[in-house]
Structure formats: structure tokens, C-alpha cells
């Protein structure tokens, strides 16, 4: 009886436009989300955003990304893109950006260029063996590969590293500042 009572209370509350009481908490709490608008999640990547090298004809152009949500406490950011399938035994790291300012929540196209990353971030090298974005470009006649775009909220203004780390020295140390994440996943195969 006293739930049925509750059901009805809440629902003419909604139907009169009346606030509803809500948890500070939980409705404080909004989802950190990664989006681009030139990749969608699942989806296949355009050749424009694939490697110019080792066989591809891509242009090697990073998409644009953004984020948004992150958790209270962030200081920066860490942006990494992973291929889980390159047949290396460990993956392969096509873009690893560090100590991106909290202020910044997107990276316009191209922005995987040395020297275009905002102000205070570094470009990593990653395993194509120079820093900034490296495009997909898994052996021909492979299956689709996964490249595993994330964006990671860090509890630090800067990462922690040696100078020209390694992409997994990076990734052990944002391990341990990492106070959220968000992530898609979209394919290549040629």
C-alpha cells in the first residue's frame, strides 16, 4: 500500500512539471563519455584516418575527439589509441598524448601533428618509432584489427615519466594516477 501511495506521489509530481527530489550525489555524477565525430564506435575506420606507411595509403590524420564528464579531482589528461591484434604479442600503440590540461576537452583534426597539441602536452613516440599519431594499418588480408581509442582522467597536472618514454611506461604510470576513463572501439582491415 505505502509504495503504491510513494508511485503515485512521484507520478503526479511529474506530470505537474513539480521538481523531483533527487540524490545530490547520483545526479552530480554525469557519465565520462569519449566521442569523435569522425570515427563512430564499432564502425570502420575511414582511409583518411589510417597509416601512410608500411603499405597503407592513408593520409594519417588523427580525427577529432572530445570528452566530457570527467570526475571531480581531475588535473589532466592522458589519450592513448591501442591495436589489442597487431601480431606482435603485445599490441601496438598508434598515438600516446600526456599531461593534457584539465581545461582541454577536445582535440580538434589533426592534432596528432608534433606541435599541434595543446599547450603543455607531449606527443609520445609510439611503436611506429616517432611521436604523435600513427593511422591503422594491419597486414593485408588480416581480420579487422580493434583500435582502442581511451581517454584517461589523472589525478596529476603531469605524469610522473623519464624523458621519451616508452608508450608502456607511460601507460604504467597513468595506471596508477587514473581516476576514470572513457573509451570507444572502431575497426580497419584492408
Given at each position: 500500500m505505502r509504495a503504491s501511495v510513494l508511485a503515485c506521489g512521484l507520478t503526479a509530481l511529474l506530470l505537474t512539471g513539480a521538481a523531483v527530489p533527487t540524490d545530490a550525489a547520483t545526479m552530480s555524477k554525469q557519465k565520462f563519455?569519449?566521442?569523435?565525430?569522425?570515427?563512430?564506435?564499432?564502425?570502420?575506420?575511414?582511409?583518411?584516418?589510417?597509416?601512410?606507411?608500411?603499405?597503407?595509403?592513408?593520409?594519417?590524420?588523427?580525427?577529432a575527439l572530445s570528452w566530457s564528464g570527467a570526475p571531480e579531482g581531475t588535473k589532466s589528461f592522458v589519450l592513448t589509441v591501442y591495436d589489442p591484434d597487431a601480431p606482435t604479442g603485445s599490441g601496438f600503440w598508434h598515438w600516446v598524448m600526456y599531461n593534457i590540461p584539465a581545461s582541454v576537452t577536445s582535440l580538434p583534426e589533426g592534432a596528432g601533428v608534433v606541435g599541434k597539441e595543446?599547450?603543455?602536452?607531449?606527443?609520445?613516440?609510439?611503436?611506429?618509432?616517432?611521436?604523435?599519431?600513427?593511422?591503422?594499418?594491419?597486414?593485408?588480408?588480416?581480420?579487422?584489427?580493434?583500435?582502442?581509442?581511451?581517454v584517461y582522467a589523472v589525478k596529476t597536472d603531469k605524469l610522473e615519466v623519464p624523458a621519451n618514454p616508452t608508450a608502456a611506461v607511460v601507460g604504467f604510470v597513468t595506471h596508477f594516477a587514473t581516476i576514470g576513463k572513457a573509451s570507444f572501439t572502431a575497426k580497419y582491415a584492408r
Open positions: 563519455t569519449l566521442t569523435s565525430p569522425d570515427i563512430k564506435p564499432g564502425a570502420m575506420i575511414a582511409d583518411q584516418f589510417t597509416a601512410n606507411s608500411f603499405g597503407c595509403t592513408g593520409a594519417n590524420t588523427s580525427p595543446p599547450a603543455g602536452a607531449t606527443q609520445n613516440v609510439t611503436d611506429f618509432g616517432v611521436p604523435g599519431y600513427g593511422g591503422p594499418c594491419p597486414p593485408k588480408g588480416d581480420k579487422p584489427h580493434r583500435y582502442v581509442f581511451t
